[in-house]
């Protein structure tokens, strides 16, 4: 079976940083996408930054030039750097990868930022 493990949230304040990781495991071929999503209290779950196999990046327009995806192919992991965070980046974050011809999504990771 594949199983998507994110790490990496927490607390922080303002202006801080964090790094997430996601790892994809189990029989993984072919990782055609692996992305980032997060949602907000009470709001839709929006993208916030995708990689292909490739190594084509997509921005969500709410990331505003302070988070930046990377991916190790050979480790099957996908990074998100979050930088100057704000608290409106309060979110429950969402790894999720096209596996094989499979969409799988991790379990979330919640990320809080104080003022």
């Known amino acids: 079976q594949v199983q998507l493990a994110e790490s990496g949230g927490g607390l922080v304040q303002a202006g801080g940083s964090l790094r997430l990781s996601c790892l994809a495991s189990?029989?993984?071929?072919?990782?055609?996408?692996m992305a980032w999503y997060r949602q907000l209290p009470g709001k839709q779950r929006d993208l916030v930054a995708s990689?292909?196999?490739?190594?084509?990046?997509t921005y969500g327009d709410s990331v505003e030039d302070r988070f930046t995806i990377s991916r190790d192919n050979a480790k099957n992991t996908v990074y998100l750097q979050m930088n100057n965070l704000k608290p409106e980046d309060t979110a429950v974050y969402y790894c999720?990868?096209?596996?094989?011809?499979?969409?799988?999504w991790g379990q979330g990771t919640q990320v809080t930022v104080s003022s």
């Open positions: 189990g029989r993984v071929f072919r990782v055609r996408r």
């Open positions: 990689q292909l196999s490739d190594g084509t990046i």
């Open positions: 999720t990868a096209i596996i094989n011809t499979i969409t799988y």
